[in-house]
C-alpha cells in the first residue's frame, strides 16, 4: 500500500460513481468528474464538470408546490472522447471482456490514471491507458492523455473527440424531478482540425460558458494530422478522426481544453480568451510539470506526519488524509483568492445540497487558517460581499442589523427548501430548517480565528467588523428580556440538531433558548465589544457612524452579554434547548431491532405518524458543538461572565448524556463527537477517529458520498491531527498548546503557519518542540499549561509535558 | 469663495462640456456626466454614463486601415429627465430666455446641485432647481431630484423620465469616425407605474449591463402617483406623467436608479438584481444622507491644510486640490477594492484614450498609498491578472519574463494604436508608441512603493514578488552586452518622451539607450535581487521553482545592474539617449512666433514635412523623471553602484538642460517639472504649482479636459502637497522627512497612514513635527536629516528644520 495512491485494481459498476466521487479532480476554479473512455460516442455515461460559484436558479412545481431549486451548473462535458475499430461499435466498458483493471489516484501529482485490458467481441485484444488533470497551475486548463494499444490487431480506428453542451444536472436520482437543464447552446463550431469550440450560456443566470479544445494524436512518436469529420449538432461539436493501427506502435491523444466564463476577470470575453489559451498550450506534459510543481508546494504547506504504534493504521490514515487535504484544496484552492465562491457543503464533487453554501466554512476553516490563510480571507470576503443581502433578510423578518441564511447560492438570498421530501412516507413536509440562525454566529467565529491567526488588521478593518458589528446587532434584536427570569432569551429557533425543529403539538416553529445559540450569541456580543479595544480609533468611529452604533448599543450588548438564560436540567446537563429535559426518552434498542440503519429516525418517526419532537434524540452534536468550538478555559470564562456556575465535569457528564442520545445522521456529528472524545481522553479516541476516516471513502452514510464528498467532514479530520490533539487555540494574541496524543499515537509533526510566520510543531507523547523559520517578523506568544513565551524568529522551543 | 464649493453663474454653452467633465460624479463602480435638465426629449444633448473596467472592441476601417478600437462604454442614460408646459414644447435651455443660472458642484458632500430661472415664449416664469448624486455608499445606485416651481402660471405639466439605452460613444470628437454603438437593446419594459427597466448587452464583450429606474412625484409635501403613459422603442424606455402645476406648490421629482452589470459578484442575474435594489430603496434625502456620512469619512482620510502668506491663493489652492481629490476619489473609490479596474488615464469622466490604462498610477498610487493604500492594493491586483498576457507579449517579442503593454484595456493586452493621425497634416501615420516598455519599471516602483508604505507581506508574496521577478526577467532579456564598451544597453525602445521614437533618417524606429529606461531597469532588477532578503523562505523558494529562477539568473541579474550604460554628454548631462547630444538645437523663438502654441511641436514639424527626432526637443520629461521618482540620495547611491561619478550639482544642471528644450505637450510633464523645481528650491516653485492647479479647471491644454479629466496630473498637484513639500520617502522601512516649503507656504498639515499607523504631520519654515495615533502597532521609523528616530504609538516629535 502506498501512501500517496489510491488505488482501486477492480472495475465494480455498482461502485462506479462513489469512485468518480474520490476521483473528481479540480483546482478550486472548476472540478470535474467521468468515467472516460468507457463513456460511449452518445454520451450514455454521466460524467460533470462544475464551475466553482456558477449557479443557475429554476422554479418547478412539485406535488403543486413551486419549489425553486439553485443548482451547481454541470457545464458541458470536456471528457468525452471515445474510439471504435474498424465500423464496429464504439468502445463500451460494460460490453466487452475486461481482462485487467486498474486506476489510481495519484495523491501528490492530483492525476488520475487508469489502465485496462479487453478483449472485445471480434477476439481482438487492446491496452487502453490514460492519465487525467485539472491544472493546479493555470485554472483555466484541463487534458486528457488516452494511448490505445492495438495488442494483436491491425485496423482503422475512428477516435471521437468531443464538446457536449447537451448536459444536464442528474447527478442526483431524488432531484431529478426538479428541472434539470440549466445550459441554452450558443456556438458549437470547428476552428482547426485540431481544434474546437463550443459556448453555452446558463438559462437564467446568463452565464457564459466557453470551451474550446485542441485533440492532438501520434502514432508511437510520431505526430499525425488526420483531417477529422466534424459532427455537429445544437450544444455539441465533435471532430472525428480515423487512422491505421496496428501493434507496432499506440495511438496516443491529447486532448487539452481551456475553460472561460463571463464572471472571470481580466478578460475581454469568454469565447475569445478560451480560444486565445488554447492556441498557446504546449502538451500534456509541460502542464502536467507546471501542474506537479505546483502541488509540490501545496503538499509542502499542508504537511504532516503521524507515528502510530501500528504501522498499517498509519499508513491508512495518512493516506485518507492525504486524500481529504487533496479534495479541499480542489474545492477551494489558492485560485479562489481571486473568485467570489464560498465553500459549497459537497464540494465541488457532485450536485447534492445544489451547491448551497451552509456553515461547512466553521470546519474548513481552521484547517486553511494555519496552512494558507490568504485562502480563509478570500472566502469570507465571499460573506462579506453579500452582507446587504443579509441587512436585507434581517429586516424583512423584521430584525436588525444582518441576519444571514442557512443555505445561500449565488446573490446570498435565502435557499432553504421550505418543503422536503420524506421517501420513506412520500409526504412533503414543511421544512423549518432556515431558522438556524446560529449560522450567524459561526461567520464571526470565522472572522475571528481568522484574525487571531493572521492579524489582518486591514481585513477586520474593511470586511470583518462590520460584519461582526452588524451580526452583534441581529442577536441583540432577536433577544427578548423575560422580566420574570431577570434574564434575555432567544425564542423560535432552531438550534444544528434538524431533528428539532418545534415543540410536540406545538402550532408555532422553532424552539426556545437553544443553548448552543444563546451561548453563541453571547461569545458574538463580547467579540462585537472587544472590536473597540482592536480596531483603529479612526476606522471604528467609521463604521459607528455608518452602521449608526452608538454607546447605548454597546452598553445593551454588554447587558445582553452578562445576563444571557441557559438552560439546564437534571444538574448541570445543559439543555439542548429550554423544555428539553422534559422530553420523552427514546426507544433506542427497539428501534434499531426494528429498522437497523437508525441514523434518519426523523424519517422513520414522520412515517409512523410520530415525530422526533417529542424525543430525548438527535440527529447530530447540538450541545456538543460547545466542546468542539471552545477550550475549557474558554468555555469556563463564559459561563462565569454569564454569572452561571462551571465545573470542569460538566464537561464529561454533558458528553456522556447526549452521546448516548445521538443518531449521527450528519457527517459533521461523527466529526464533532470524535473531537469532544479526544479532548477529553477517552481510550476509544483513535478507533473513532478511524471509523471517521473512513466516512466518505468508504460511503458509510450509504449513498451521500457519490452525490458528493462531505468538505465539513474532511476538513474536519485533518483538523483533529492539526488541532485537536494537539490542544492548538489561537486566542487573546497567543497561540495555546494542549497535546493530546490518543492512545496508539506515538507523535505528530506538522508545518504551520501563525502571523506570517513558519513553525514547525512536533509533539510526542512526552514532549511538544516548536520551531519558527528565521524572518523578520516580530516574535510571537506561545501558550502551554497556563505559561506564555515568546518566540522569537529561528528559535526552537521544547516543551516537557 | 468658498473653499468647498465649484460655482458657475453663468450658463456659458461653450465652455458646457468641460463643466461636464469637471462636475462629473462617480463613486468608483460608475460616473456620470450629462446636462439635463436641459436634454431635449429626444435627447440633443449628450450626457455620458461609464461603468469602471467596461470596455468593448470594436474593428475599424480608416484610410484604408484597420483600427481596433477598445472603448469605455457609455452605458444607458439614466439622467434622461424634461418637462413641458401644457403641449408646448419641451424644455430646452438654448430656446429659452434665460434669467438667472447657478451651478453648484459641493466638494464635501459630492452633490451637484443647479437653479435656474427663465421666461418662455409665452412669457410665463419658471424656476429649476436639481440635486445629483451618485452614491459613494451603496455603489450601483443613483439620484436625480428635480423641482420645478410655476412662477405665474397654471397649466398642465407633462415630466418625461426615461432610460436611454440608444447612447453611443461621441464624446470625442476625433473618435467619431470610429465605430461607437457599443449596445445591443435587450429588455426596455415598464414595470409598475413608478418603476422602468432597462437592459443592454455590449456588442463584443457580451457584458449585460441592466437598469432600474423609480421616478416618484410630489406636489409640494404630498405624494402623487399620475398614472404614467408608457413610451417604448428598442432600447429605451419613458414614463410620462402628467399633472396640474400653479404657483401655490412646485413638483417634485425624484429619480432614483439602481445599475448592475454581469461583471458584478455576489449577483444572480444583473437584470434581478437591479430590480431587487430598486424595489428597496428609500428616497433622496436618506440616499443623500449616507453618501455624505461616506464622503465625511473620505474627507477625513485625504485631508490637509494649506497656510499661504496670500490667504486668495491658499483659498484657491486648498479648493482646487480638494477638487482634484473629488474625482480621484470618483475614480477609483474604495469600492474598487472588489472590482477588477485599473487606473484610467482620463477617470470615467470621459472617452479620450477609451478608457485606456498607461502608467498613470505611477502618479496616483503615491497619493493613495499613504491615505488608503487599501485602494491601490486593488488596483495592483489588476495588474497582477494581467501577468499572464505580459508574459504572452514577451514571448511574442522574442524576450523572457513579463512584458507589459504601454496602453491596456480588460484581457491586459497591448491596445496601443498603430497609427495615428495628425490633424494638421492630414496624414495617418505609425505609432512607435508601444515602444515604451519602460512602463514595466513603472509597475514595480508602484508594487515597491505600496510595500514600503504597507509591509504587506501577503500582496507581496501571492502577487508583487512575481510581478517583479518576471519584470526583472523580461529586462535582463532585452539587454544585451557590448563588448568594446563592455557594458550592458537596452536598444529600440522609447522613453517617456513621445518626440523621439527613432533616429533621423533610420529606417527602424526606437532608440537605444534611453537614460530613464537603463536606470530603471536596474533599479528594478536591484528590487529583484533584494526580494532574496524580505520574502519568507518558503515563498522564496516556491516562486523560484515556480518561474524556474536559478542562482545563475540572480547572478546574471546582479552583474547587469552594476554594468548598465548610461549616455552622457556635455560633462555631466545625462543623454536621454544615447546620441541626444548629436541632434540639432530647436529654433524655439521662431517657432513660437510662427504658431504661437508649440505644444505639440511633433505635429507642425511632421506637417512641415520635418521631424522632432532630429532636434533636441521633448513633448515632455524623460531624464526629469528621475529626479521626480529619486532623491538624490537614491539616485547616488545607483550611479556609485554604477560605477559612474555623481555629484548634486549634477542635479540642477540637468533639470535647467532639459527645462529650456521641454514643449509641455503633456499635462504630466509640467507636474514633473514643478516638483523637481520645487526639490531644488527655485523661487519660482510655488507660481509653478498654481499654474499646474489650474490645468484641467481651466483647461489649458485646450479642449483635453472635456474629453476626461487628466488622473495623472489631478493626483501629482496633491502629491506635490502630500510628499514633495514635506520630502517625504518611504525607502529602507524608513519614513523620510526633507521638508522644502516653496516661498510664500507658511505650513502644511496632513493626515498619514503609514504601516497600520495614522499619522499627524505639521511643517512650517521653521519646525516638522509628527505624531501617531495610540494604537497596538510596532514602533516605525522616521528619518531626517541623515538621522533614523523610533517613534512608537501615541508619540509626537518635533524636529527643528
Redesign the interface.
Given at each position: 500500500m502506498d501512501g500517496w495512491k489510491l488505488i482501486c485494481s477492480q472495475f465494480d459498476p455498482a461502485n462506479e460513481s462513489l469512485r468518480e466521487a474520490l476521483c473528481t479532480l479540480g483546482n478550486g476554479y472548476f472540478a470535474t468528474r467521468g468515467a472516460a473512455p468507457e463513456a460511449s460516442a452518445n454520451g450514455i455515461h454521466y460524467p460533470g464538470t462544475y464551475i466553482a460559484g456558477c449557479?443557475n436558479?429554476l422554479t418547478d412545481t412539485i406535488a403543486d408546490r413551486t419549489v425553486e431549486n439553485e443548482s451547481l451548473v454541470n457545464v458541458p462535458n470536456w471528457l468525452a472522447l471515445n474510439f471504435r475499430i474498424g465500423d464496429g461499435d464504439w468502445f463500451d466498458l460494460g460490453a466487452v471482456e475486461l481482462l485487467s483493471y486498474h486506476q489510481e489516484l495519484d495523491l501528490k501529482q492530483a492525476v488520475l490514471k487508469r489502465e485496462m485490458r479487453f478483449r472485445d467481441g471480434a477476439g481482438r485484444h487492446t491496452r487502453v491507458e490514460q492519465r487525467r488533470l485539472v491544472s493546479m497551475?493555470q485554472p483555466h486548463l484541463a487534458a486528457l492523455e488516452t494511448c490505445i494499444h492495438a495488442e494483436d490487431w491491425e485496423d482503422t480506428i475512428e477516435l471521437r473527440s468531443a464538446l457536449d453542451g447537451c448536459v444536464e444536472n442528474t447527478g442526483v436520482a431524488r432531484y431529478r424531478e426538479l428541472g434539470s437543464k440549466h445550459l441554452t447552446p450558443l456556438t458549437a463550431t470547428s476552428l482547426d482540425p485540431d481544434t474546437m469550440f463550443l459556448e453555452v450560456v446558463t438559462s437564467?443566470?446568463?452565464?457564459?460558458i466557453a470551451q474550446a479544445a485542441v485533440t492532438r494524436l501520434w502514432l508511437g512518436n510520431e505526430s499525425i494530422a488526420p483531417q477529422p469529420t466534424v459532427e455537429k449538432s445544437d450544444g455539441l461539436i465533435a471532430h472525428h478522426y480515423t487512422t491505421q493501427l496496428n501493434a507496432s506502435q499506440p495511438l496516443r491523444v491529447e486532448k487539452i481544453i481551456a475553460m472561460y466564463t463571463?464572471?472571470d476577470?481580466?478578460?475581454?470575453?469568454?469565447g475569445?480568451?478560451a480560444r486565445e489559451a488554447i492556441d498557446?498550450v504546449v502538451d500534456f506534459d509541460t502542464l502536467l510539470r507546471?501542474h506537479t510543481?505546483?502541488w509540490?508546494?501545496l503538499w509542502?504547506?499542508f504537511d504532516f506526519d503521524i507515528e502510530h504504534a501500528d504501522s498499517d493504521q498509519e499508513e491508512q490514515a495518512e493516506k485518507i488524509l492525504r486524500l481529504h487535504v487533496l479534495h479541499l484544496i480542489q474545492t477551494t484552492s489558492?485560485h479562489v483568492?481571486?473568485l467570489?465562491v464560498g465553500v459549497p457543503a459537497r464540494g465541488l464533487h457532485g450536485e447534492a445540497y445544489r451547491g448551497h453554501i451552509f456553515w461547512d466554512e466553521l470546519f474548513v476553516f481552521p484547517l486553511f487558517n494555519l496552512r494558507m490563510p490568504?485562502i480563509t480571507r478570500a472566502l469570507l470576503?465571499?460573506r462579506y460581499?453579500?452582507l446587504d443581502?443579509a441587512r436585507?433578510a434581517a429586516q424583512a423578518a423584521g430584525y436588525l442589523g444582518a441576519m444571514y441564511p442557512w443555505q445561500s447560492?449565488?446573490?446570498?438570498r435565502e435557499e432553504t427548501q421550505r418543503v422536503h421530501l420524506n421517501p420513506k412516507s412520500g409526504n412533503w413536509l414543511p421544512d423549518n430548517s432556515h431558522l438556524q440562525r446560529h449560522i450567524n454566529s459561526a461567520i464571526v467565529y470565522n472572522i475571528w480565528q481568522y484574525y487571531q491567526v493572521t492579524r489582518?488588521?486591514?481585513f477586520l478593518s474593511?470586511c470583518g467588523a462590520e460584519m461582526i458589528l452588524e451580526i452583534a446587532r441581529f442577536w441583540a434584536s432577536i433577544t427578548s428580556y423575560n422580566e420574570q427570569r431577570d434574564r434575555y432569551e432567544i425564542l423560535g429557533v432552531m438550534g444544528p440538531d434538524e431533528y428539532h425543529d418545534a415543540y410536540p403539538d406545538a402550532e408555532q416553529s422553532g424552539l426556545n433558548n437553544n443553548a448552543y445559540t444563546n451561548l453563541m450569541a453571547v461569545w458574538v456580543l463580547l467579540r462585537a465589544l472587544e472590536l473597540r479595544d482592536?480596531l483603529?480609533?479612526?476606522r471604528l468611529t467609521?463604521l459607528c457612524?455608518?452602521l449608526d452604533v452608538s454607546a447605548d448599543e454597546f452598553a445593551r450588548w454588554d447587558e445582553i452579554s452578562r445576563r444571557m438564560h441557559v438552560p439546564f436540567h437534571d444538574g448541570d446537563i445543559i439543555s439542548q434547548f429550554e423544555g428539553y429535559g422534559e422530553l420523552a426518552e427514546f426507544d433506542w434498542e427497539g428501534y434499531q431491532e426494528k429498522y437497523g440503519n437508525i441514523e434518519r429516525l426523523d424519517r422513520i418517526l414522520e412515517a409512523e405518524n410520530d415525530t422526533a419532537n417529542r424525543y430525548k434524540v438527535s440527529k447530530q452534536a447540538d450541545v456538543l458543538m460547545l466542546f468542539y468550538l471552545f477550550s475549557s478555559e474558554e468555555l469556563g470564562a463564559l459561563f462565569t461572565h454569564l454569572g452561571y456556575r462551571y465545573e470542569y465535569e460538566t464537561i464529561p457528564r454533558n458528553i456522556d448524556y447526549y452521546l448516548s442520545r445521538t443518531s449521527h445522521g450528519s457527517s459533521l456529528s461523527r466529526l464533532v463527537n470524535s473531537w469532544v472524545l479526544a479532548r477529553s481522553d477517552r481510550p476509544g479516541a483513535w478507533p473513532l477517529f478511524m471509523e471517521l476516516l473512513r466516512s466518505d471513502i468508504e460511503d458509510i452514510q450509504r449513498g451521500t458520498t457519490p452525490e458528493g464528498i462531505h468538505t465539513g467532514a474532511m476538513a474536519g479530520t485533518v483538523d483533529l491531527i492539526q488541532r485537536c490533539f494537539t490542544g492548538i487555540e489561537t486566542r487573546g494574541d497567543v497561540l495555546w498548546l494542549n497535546p493530546r496524543l490518543p492512545e496508539g499515537l506515538n507523535s505528530l509533526t506538522l508545518s504551520l503557519h501563525y502571523r506570517?510566520h513558519?513553525l514547525g510543531l512536533h509533539v510526542s507523547r512526552t514532549c511538544a518542540r516548536i520551531s519558527t523559520?528565521?524572518?523578520?517578523e516580530?516574535p510571537i506568544q506561545i501558550g502551554i499549561a497556563n505559561e506564555v513565551h515568546q518566540l522569537k524568529p529561528g528559535e526552537v522551543r521544547e516543551f516537557q509535558l
Open positions: 449557479y436558479r497551475d437564467q443566470s446568463h452565464v457564459r463571463s464572471r476577470r481580466a478578460i475581454s470575453d469568454p475569445l480568451d498557446t507546471r510543481t505546483t509540490k508546494h509542502h504547506r489558492p483568492m481571486d467570489d490568504e470576503r465571499y460581499r453579500r443581502e436585507k447560492g449565488s446573490d446570498g489582518d488588521i486591514q474593511f482592536i483603529p480609533g479612526q467609521e457612524e455608518t506570517h513558519v523559520e528565521p524572518s523578520s516580530p
